[in-house]
């Protein structure tokens, strides 16, 4: 089975200070991993994707995440901290042998930021 | 472009009634349409998937005569909550994917939350 786990419930992090949410996956196959965010109240928002091609993925607002094969891992991280990046961080896998479309979440990580 | 609308964003219903929930696609064909559950601060598990003209498909341990699910179109699913009670109280999610199975993006609605009484 594919699962992954968020090794920090909370992280907080100052204005302006690096960001790195830990996400380690398990999976049989080649996996399909994402970052999704959710804003209080609001739907989930795709940061970005790894479906097998560069292992350093770019996604919106600044976010990245490297797919490292050798330590199960898929780092979200963000060289500045904004105010508004405060929010929940799901880390998301998905693969062949559970069909494409199903999207395994994680526990998720809230980020806090301080002025 | 790619948005889902929920509706209502919050109910609140008494034990032992029913309640409908419904999940749009604005702008975009959803071939599969997904629903899933929230818990306070708890990640999302998915309940079912349903493709358009076809009986939805619920994981294990989801009661499927208790959470009737309807995809008649290629922009409408329905998720009905039949004889409510309070431990189905929770945040419901949908989510739309408009390309073939090997797609892997889905889009998210903005939830409702049930509240049951």
């Known amino acids: 089975a594919q699962s992954v786990t968020q090794l920090d419930s909370h992280v907080s992090v100052s204005e302006g200070t690096p960001v790195l949410l830990r996400c380690n996956y398990s999976?049989?196959?080649?996996?399909?991993l994402f970052w999704y965010v959710q804003h209080p109240n609001k739907g989930l928002q795709l940061l970005l994707k790894?479906?097998?091609?560069?292992?350093l993925v770019k996604g919106i607002n600044g976010f990245e995440a490297e797919f490292k094969k050798s330590e199960t891992s898929f780092h979200l991280t963000k060289p500045s901290a904004h105010m508004s990046d405060a929010a929940e961080y799901f880390c998301?896998?998905?693969?062949?042998?559970?069909?494409?479309?199903?999207?395994?979440f994680g526990t998720g990580t809230r980020l806090l930021v301080s002025p | 472009g790619a948005v889902v609308s929920q509706h209502p964003s919050r109910v609140i219903c008494k034990s032992g009634t029913s309640v409908k929930i419904e999940c749009r696609s604005l702008?975009?064909?959803?071939?599969?349409m997904f629903w899933y559950r929230q818990f306070p601060k708890q990640s999302l598990m998915l309940m079912a998937t349903?493709?358009?003209?076809?009986?939805?498909?619920?994981e294990q341990g989801v009661e499927k005569d208790k959470f009737l699910i309807n995809h008649a179109s290629l922009t409408l699913s329905t998720l009905t909550v039949t004889s409510a009670h309070p431990e189905d109280s929770s945040f419901y999610i949908c989510?739309?994917?408009?390309?073939?199975?090997?797609?892997?993006?889905?889009?998210f609605g903005p939830g409702t939350r049930l509240t049951v009484t």
């Open positions: 989510s739309a994917s408009s390309e073939g199975a090997r797609s892997y993006e889905q889009y």
């Open positions: 999976s049989s196959y080649s996996p399909s």
């Open positions: 790894y479906t097998s091609a560069a292992t």
């Open positions: 998301v896998v998905s693969g062949k042998n559970t069909g494409f479309q199903k999207l395994v």
């Open positions: 702008d975009f064909q959803a071939t599969t």
């Open positions: 349903s493709n358009e003209g076809s009986k939805a498909t619920y």
